[in-house]
């Protein structure tokens, strides 16, 4: 069975700041994808940053980039330079066949 | 493009009545997925269509049904409703690659309060 965790329900920053989201997954599979989706407060959802899992170099999109490690089954968020605009639910997802998503983790990037 | 769009966004029902949501995904895109969205369950999948066909169904109940035209153009209906089915009800489209499902765009969702 596929799952993804994230520990971390509340996340908090300053602005300005670094910050880290940390998201495991479990699954057999060897190609997949992973995906960090953000969800700002009663607004859509939309894409943050996609790794595709045959690739060993992780994705960065602008201030967003992940640590991957694919033995470790691990696929954290790093975000630069926190602004007030993400502050927002972040899922972490893994797709093979199907969408699984973990439960979130809500941050706020403090003024 | 145009994005994934749900119509309506906010809906108030009550116990027992159903209730139809649509979603119409972007353009190009033939695989159409549900999520149901609360504060204490997260993202909880429903079902994914492609191709007019369901290709994989979350747990959920049989009074939760779907279906996809051949524009790609999604329904889903829930029937008898309950009070738990009060939530938020996203839709998803994505471009399979392959036996993969790529990148999910979700749509702003409807509302569903169930009185």
């Known amino acids: 069975a596929q799952t993804v965790t994230q520990s971390q329900p509340e996340m908090s920053v300053q602005e300005a700041e670094t910050v880290t989201l940390s998201c495991t997954y479990d699954?057999?599979?060897?190609?997949?994808?992973l995906f960090w989706y953000k969800q700002p407060p009663s607004r859509q959802m939309i894409l943050v940053i996609r790794?595709?899992?045959?690739?060993?170099q992780n994705a960065t999109e602008n201030r967003f980039s992940v640590n991957f490690q694919k033995a470790a089954k691990s696929f954290s968020l790093k975000i630069s330079d926190s602004q007030l605009g993400d502050t927002a639910m972040y899922f972490c997802?893994?797709?093979?066949?199907?969408?699984?998503f973990g439960t979130g983790t809500s941050l706020t990037v403090i003024p | 493009k145009a994005g994934v769009t749900q119509t309506p966004r906010y809906l108030i029902k009550t116990r027992g009545q159903q209730v139809t949501l649509s979603c119409s995904p972007i353009s190009g895109h033939r695989s159409v997925s549900w999520y149901q969205q609360t504060p204490g369950q997260g993202l909880q999948f429903l079902f994914e269509y492609f191709s007019e066909t369901q290709r994989n169904k979350g747990n959920f109940p049989g009074r939760f049904s779907g279906r996809q035209f051949s524009n790609s153009r999604s329904e889903m209906n829930v029937s008898t409703l309950e009070l738990g089915d009060s939530a938020l009800y996203l839709c998803a489209s994505s471009a399979l690659t392959g036996f993969n499902t790529d990148t999910q765009y979700f749509g702003p969702g409807t509302r569903l309060t169930v009185l």
């Open positions: 699954t057999s599979e060897n190609n997949y994808y």
């Open positions: 997802a893994f797709t093979f066949n199907q969408f699984y």
């Open positions: 790794q595709e899992a045959y690739k060993q």
